[in-house]
């Protein structure tokens, strides 16, 4: 007996029936290529509903050839998009599961850099990311983007799909429309929210004409736009009674933002609350009949129960929960709640990859992205006796992947914690989910009876005691110390003495930010918090240049305006004399002296490679490295690096 009540129970939507409430609602991936749907695309959603799944939506399918924001876009409106339509749907078919294809056309959210034509939109209003002044359509433009849906969508039937939903909330030329933000139309376009939603309601109409009434047709509403002047949750819902009204939708699902002015609350990081978004769903549903989709970083099935008990939507949609676990759904049902690898919010290879025009993946599953090409099962091997070194995630990922192919493995970790730097990261509230990798990857370790020994500082002999035919050094790396600061300079700490509790900074801070992460801005806050007076500096344009990516950015600028944290760019480190830090303004090369008490150094780290050297020096012996003691990067690397090592051996 499942012990989510709801979560587990058939709904139906139109004339599609889902077996349970979880979905894997749309999103990019980058899968695609010249326009079409790919082998991965097939292998990613199939591995979902094999995974327990409810209902899959794809990503986004091109209405029309106006709208090609992204390289990686599937060009829905090509008729040559059928047969990979048909490999996506089989393979998700084969599991029992419907899948619905979003369609869409981005409107002024977008550029002409791709496409070679000026992008269309309601008015000549740009978008603040792509700054493109769009060609504000006319009534034969609108005709066509009207057809232009009614294509995609028989592309969409054609190709097998059981569904299709109109992604009218926070990229599309009908959110455009209904935005009075975007749309400054005199005609009976623009105006009143009637007639902003008008080309909504068209799009509907002939789409549900094109693919009658066999499939599901659902409509995808932006609860909020956050923007000044933009739609808010009253026109939200006006917009779902009008759709309701019209009898022709089968659900809504819902989402925040806008992708680009407000993007950092449509995939929300860390910082933003479980359930952000729920008030949207919520509105939405006492207006409507309709089955309506909550979302937003749902990443436990609990939540998503809870979201379904106190009724404030019918169906859950978690993204990057099942972009993580493939199985989520199944765990669940199964009650191994416990074994779900839970997202980390942290959107370093999901969104962050998005945005660096790569395909899409996950900083804790390697194969996440790469269905197509590996099948996920851990081959079993013959049992070999396997020492790891170190109980960060390289080694704890180098630990569990051995140890479930049937290996007799030992872990050493020399301090009595396991997790390492990523342990040390979640030590700040604000980083504090970071945390859940540690939690998922020893919890894979315990499942898989790796034998882990805390406090075990490993040497030569120590490791040859266990008589091992493997041995996988993951010691990590190390705080350097650059030129320009003295060693006996104790006023001059790196961000790991801070969090680790081996100096307390106090008075005026300087944080030092060569790595453009979370170390700099983490650190800052927490001093901030603990009543220093801090500033950060940075080499580069902007302070925590990557969180950009990671849509962190927005929080950060936020919250450290709140904490009166400032911030100063361009600046070089060159020297250090007591309470007085020389630093050399790059762009004009005058140098300028920053008084202050303490220095905190994010600055690029060394690995930790002796042992790993040592016992290169033992003869016949099998010896690996894997993350940071090969050369510190972030912790993707180390997750793919021992998930590597470990099935190798
Ligand atoms: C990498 C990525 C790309 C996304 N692209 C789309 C998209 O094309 N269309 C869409 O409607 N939503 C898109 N979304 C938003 C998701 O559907 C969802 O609203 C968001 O991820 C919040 O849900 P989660 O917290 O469960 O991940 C995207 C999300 C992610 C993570
Ligand atoms: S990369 Fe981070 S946010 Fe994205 S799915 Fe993986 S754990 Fe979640």
Redesign the pocket.
Known sequence: MSRYRYLFSPLRIGPVVVKNRIVF????TNYAEDGLPTEQHAAYYAARAAGGAGLIVT??HSTHPTDWPYEKLIHGFHPEVVPGYRRITEAVHRHDTPIFA?INHNGGQGSGMYSRLPVWAPSPVADPLFREVPKEIDRGEIAEIVAGYATVATHCKEGGFDGIEL?C???SIVRGFLSPAMNVRSDDYGGSLENRARLLLQIVAAVREAIGRDIALGV?LCGDELIEGGTTIDDAVEVARMVEEQSLTDYLNT?IGVATASLYM???SMQVPPGYALFIPSALRKAVDLPVVG????KDPLQAERALVEGHCDLV?????Q?ADADFAAKARAGMADDIRLCL?CNQE??GR?GLNRW?GCIENPTTGREAFVDGAETPASPRKVVVVGGGPAGLQAASTAAARGHDVVLFESSDQLGGQARVAASVPSRAEFGDIVRNLVHACRRADVDIRLGTAANVDAVMAERPDAVVIATGAEPSRPYWAPADAVTVVDVRDVLEERARPDGHVVVIDELGFHQATSVAELLADRGCSVEVITPGMVVGQDLGVTLDLEHWNVRAAAKGIAQRTDLVPMGWAPGNLTLLHHPTGVNVDLACDWVVLAVPQQPVEWLYYELRGVPNLEVHRVGDCVTPRRAHAAVIEGARVGAAL
């Open positions: 609602s749309a999103h990019l990503e986004e979003q992604q909330s926070h990229s995808r989402s449509i995939e929300a979302v937003g970083r749902f949609g978690v993204v990057r929960g972009i919010s999901c969104v998005m899409l």
